[in-house]
């Protein structure tokens, strides 16, 4: 959703912009050609894709700052660099193509590979730990939550019964044996959502979401935005949440009755959630399930 997140930041005042999940850089790259008056932090928990896109910004380096940290230390960033407001920030979610073509990160149930998942692999856990250790009562939380899958009871008692799960393949085909056959026929891979909320789990993506968007949104100068692409109904729910209590102060009065509560507004929304356009999904089937919001503070 490139030209929806451009047509943002081109009305967003001069400064500092946060590219919150810095990936391949295409964002980045493109946000700093359009914007010669924005800064650019730049983070990433995943150091591969850091360094991927060191060398992809290199000729912008005097306006990027590269950070090897997760969404809960932009406090710690913007203390450290002095920063005392951002004119616009970027949050786009989920797992990138070359996570998921890297077999040895375990993120794909196509790929025979280890029960890793880490964004980051400075961190102790895997998904290896969580499902060969967990109780089963906590892994059918783990994937009605992080997923709304609705045999998470029957999955999660498969995993159980057979551990010590080894590889990804195993896994995934656990999975599909625990899916009655009816349910395997639509809805595309039966172990897409079990994956997805195993590895939601693995980086804390939701609890590091919340802390990272809140953050983002303090530091949002006048009329600067914030824009968040999620690829998942749970991420999507939680920044809706925090992006309206912004736009209405967090108002509790009846909605045709004026506000007595002192609430006071700070932001508003353009428009309600975007998807992405019929020829984007064509070109990239990852968009489909996208959903773009934007938050302008006032």
Not at 87 to 98: E, I, K, T
Request: aromatic share 6%.
């Amino acid at each position: 959703m490139m030209n929806e997140v451009l047509n943002v930041v081109d009305r967003i005042p001069s400064g500092i912009f946060v590219d919150a999940t810095l990936g391949g850089g295409s964002h980045s790259e493109e946000i700093l050609k359009r914007r010669l008056d924005l800064e650019l932090i730049a983070i990433d928990r995943d150091y591969s894709a850091l360094e991927a896109a060191r060398q992809k910004l290199q000729k912008f380096s005097g306006r990027v700052r590269f950070f090897h940290e997760p969404f809960s230390s932009l406090e710690k960033i913007f203390a450290g660099e002095d920063i005392l407001h951002i004119s616009g920030f970027l949050f786009d979610l989920g797992v990138s193509s070359p996570q998921l073509d890297n077999a040895e990160r375990g993120f794909s149930y196509r790929f025979d590979g280890p029960l890793d998942m880490r964004m980051d692999t400075r961190q102790q856990k895997t998904a290896s730990y969580l499902l060969n250790n967990l109780e089963e009562s906590d892994l059918k939380g783990i994937i009605e939550r992080n997923s709304d899958e609705r045999f998470a009871a029957r999955i999660a008692t498969f995993i159980v019964k057979n551990r010590p799960i080894k590889n990804t393949l195993e896994f995934a085909e656990l999975i599909k044996k625990a899916i009655p056959a009816a349910a395997r026929r639509r809805g595309g891979h039966p172990a897409k959502r079990t994956f997805q909320a195993i590895r939601m789990e693995v980086n804390h993506e939701l609890e590091e979401l919340s802390q990272g968007v809140t953050t983002s949104i303090d530091y949002l100068k006048p009329k600067g935005c914030g824009i968040v692409i999620s690829y998942h109904s749970g991420e999507d729910r939680m920044v809706k949440g925090l992006f309206k209590n912004v736009a209405t102060g967090g108002c509790s009065c009846p909605s045709k009755l004026p506000c007595v509560c002192g609430a006071v507004i700070k932001g508003k929304l353009p428009h309600s959630g975007v998807t992405a356009s019929k020829e984007e999904i064509k070109e990239n089937r990852r968009a489909k399930s996208a959903r773009l919001r934007v938050l302008e503070s006032v």
